[in-house]
Structure formats: C-alpha cells, structure tokens
C-alpha cells in the first residue's frame, strides 16, 4: 500500500453537509480533484454552489486570489453516484454520527476503491477501531477528525484504531500539514483529546449550578477572566445543549459509566424542556428578542479597609502577587513565606487562597478565594466566607480583594471554587489521556488551543502551577464529595513527587 498523498491524488469526500463541504473546499484549494458524494439527491450539487459564493466572498474581501477561487471550485466535482469516484486515492466520511451507517459505508468503499486507497473518517466520536471492525483491510482505516467550520479551524486529530498501520496514520499527519492545518495523533477512545479533555469544562460549571452555589453569568465572567473566549454556559448555549449533552453521555457510556463523566441533571432537564440554547432562543440565558443577558457589576476599586495587623502567607506566585500588591499600595505588612498557606493575615480575619477546602471546614472568621490566573486590573474572582463567620466577613473580603484589584463575587461556600476547580479537573484530564497513551502532553496543548480555542493548554496550566498543590487540591475534592469524579491521576500524583523530591 503507498503511503503518499500527493495534490495528485484524487480525494472522495462523502458527506456534503457542513464538515463535508468544509473538508472538500480546503482539500480542492490545496490542488487536488474533489469528489462530492452524498446520499440526498442535489445536496453535493448545492454544496458546490454555496462553496462558490464562499471563495467569490474571500475574493471581494481581497482574501483570495480570484483565478485561485475559480481553480478550486473547478476542482470538485458533484457525484450522483458512488461508483464514479473509483480513482479516488482518499476517502474522508463525514456522515451521520451513526457506527452501524459508517461501516457499511467504508464496506461498500473497500469494494469500490483500489487496496491502496486510504479511508477516513471524520467521525468525533465513535471507535475508529469499532469502525473498522470487518473490513478486509482494517489497517488502512483511521481517523481525520476536523473541526468546525474546517476552512478556519486549524486542528486535526490523527486517530488511530488498534490496527490503523502506523504509515497510514502518518501520511494523513502529512497530509494535514500540507492543507494547512495542525494534526495531532491520537489513540481512538472515547472523546479522543479534545472532546474527551474538555468535560470538566461543562461538567465542574453544571455541578457548581446543580448544587445552586452560583448563577450562569457569574461562572461565565469568572472563566472568562482566565482568558477562555466564552465561559461554559455561553458555550454550551451556542453548542446547543442538545448536542452538547449527547456528547456528553456518549463519552460516560463509552468509559463504562464513569463517575468522572457522568451528565448533569442540569444539562437534562433543560434538554428535556426544549431549552437548547440559542438555536431554540432560551437555555441557560434568554436569547429572545427584548431580553437583557445579566452581567457581574462593574469594577470599583477601594481603599484599604481598616486592619492593624497584615500578614501575606505563603510563597508561591499568588503570595508574590500579593507582596507585590501591598508593595505598590504602600501597606505595612510582613511576609510569612514558610507558612503552610497561602492568602492574607488581617487582624483575626484570614483571607486564604483555596487549597480544595471550604471554608467553614477551615475555620471561623475566614473566606477563601479562587485561583487569580490573570494579573489585568478588575478581573472578577470568587470568594465564599465560612458558614460561622460574623456578618460582616463577606463585606470586608471583598472590600478587600477590590482593593487589591479585584472585581469579588461572593458565591456559597463550595470547595475549590470556579477557576481553581475548573482549571485542576482540565489538568487532570489530560494527564489521564497522556497516562493511558491517547495522547503526548504537547499534543493535549496544541488541541485544546486549537480546537476549542483554550487561551492555554493543560499542561500550560500545570507549568505555572504547582503538581503537588493541584493534587492536593483534587484530594480535597474526593474527600468532600466522597465519588470516583476526582480521582487523581497516576500520572498526576507522579509528577508531584517527582517535584517535590
């Protein structure tokens, strides 16, 4: 079997909805003879046509070059039947996430195409493995999983099946690279990188909402704050919950029922309510015409609330953010860098960096705050107070986090919070994907920042961190709740020895 993919190579795409389309614009654009093929009379035709109007609009926006344009829509070719595309050297499937569908398709394809031919699949959540169950070349099946809209998004996961051959599975690695786009291998299971690391995006925000510690709006600003385009509920609302939630107990049964994984009775009842998001005009904000999105108030800094004695805790880099903060203020504070914690002294109060921890499980007169990732002035920031604190704690916490430039939002007293807790669960994720061989640490980045726009990756995230403080924080976690969801991952819990020796 030849293993090279070059612009002479013809390629069948199958599928003329949106991903297919995508898929035969970019393959035609980098050179090579598209074949359409879709099982709805006229679909491939219509497909070509909407793409003309696409390139001729990149050509009036001076994107693309017009002789370009008209090459490449020249280049595909609408099918009416499967057998004319006999010649085709690649196949990539974009069909209907249906497993029973994809492999009489790739059946029908191992007749028609010659034994050299590669076949594909864009498929986001099935087993290229299971796919490739009962053909008679399994090895030359694997998947080429792109993102919407494929023309923009630079992602593709390489997916590899137990038998996919490893030259296969390089050359569509090539030739990814080739139409421009960043691939990533991949082992096939459930979720592949991205979906698979991307649950506790949506799952930690829906238990956060399950358990009514916060609203939606606050979530969203806090995530937000840590650079994440939109926050999970906005996300989620745009994704359409519907799908979203499919995705989601697609992954939990694929992993056995995994606690990790497990949907949220949330994300159900506003599915089962018809609220989708913004395709059905409500979901988890109200998208019809009049309504008004709420917002987190505006920033307003403060002075100094009154304390005689200051102490800084700590020494990480949130303590030397706090140093740095009192510095420039001109406060009188002492720094205790040894302490076991991390936060603020003030008088009888503490105002504590979370480790995982309620409050009220740490003492009386204290609050804690969420994980500052971002150092721009007036970035909203969690906060809860102990249930045995005074009255006035939750005032003078958030008087002072305004001071020291924050924007605080007092939600009730959870463990870990939004970001720390979000951000941990991310982190431990894809630590389990490298663990269990789905994915390298520099594949995990490069597809959460390319595939879902991510302002870091994980393993980004743990560089800046702490291994031991964030596996700290996950045993928290699993003690509070008492479950398999937060389980650290052996890969995890390894690097925090191998820092902490």
Known sequence: ???????????????????????????AQAGHTVFLFDTKDHAAAEAKAKLATTLEGLVSKGKLDASAAEQAIARIQPLSELAKASSAGLVVEAIIENLDVKRGLFRQLEILLGKEAILATNTSSISVTAIANGLQY????????????????????????????????????????????????????????????????????????????????????????????MGPCELMDLIGLDTNYSVTRSVYEANFFDKRYVPSPVQRDLVDGGLFGRKSGQGFYDYREAAVKPEIAHFTPATMPAANKVQVQGNC???????????????????????????????????????????SQLGKELAVFDLPVSKQQG???????????????????????????????????SPALIVARTLAMLINEAADAVQQGVCSAAGADAAMKLGVNYPAGPFEWLAGWDAGKIVQLLDHLDAFYRGERYRVSPWLRHKAWQEAA
Request: proline share 6%; aromatic share 10%.
């Open 317 to 359: 880099a949130v303590a030397q953010y706090l140093v740095d903060a009192l510095t420039t203020a001109k406060v009188n504070f002492t720094h205790v860098p040894e302490s076991a914690w991390t936060g603020l002294s003030l008088d009888a109060a503490e105002l504590r960096l979370t480790d995982g921890r309620p409050a």
């Open 379 to 413: 970035q909203p920031l969690a906060f809860a107070v102990s249930n045995r604190a005074s009255t006035e704690l939750a005032e003078y916490a958030a008087t002072w986090l305004r001071f020291l430039g924050f924007n605080p939002q007092l939600m009730a007293d």
């Open 1 to 27: 079997m030849s293993m090279t993919i070059t612009k002479e190579t013809a390629v069948l795409v199958v599928g003329a909805g949106i991903m297919g389309a995508g898929i035969a614009q970019i393959a």
């Open 138 to 229: 399994p090895e030359r099946l694997v998947g080429m999983h792109f993102f919407n809209p494929v023309p923009l998004m630079k992602l593709v996961e390489v997916v590899s099946g137990l038998q996919t051959q490893p030259a296969v599975a390089e050359a569509i690695f090539e030739l990814s690279k080739a139409w421009g786009k960043v691939p990533v291998y991949a082992r096939s299971t459930p979720g592949f990188i991205v979906n698979r690391i991307a649950r506790p995006y949506y799952a930690e925000n829906l238990a956060l909402l399950h358990e009514q510690s916060v609203q939606p709006y606050v979530l969203d600003a806090c995530l937000r704050a840590v650079g994440f385009r």
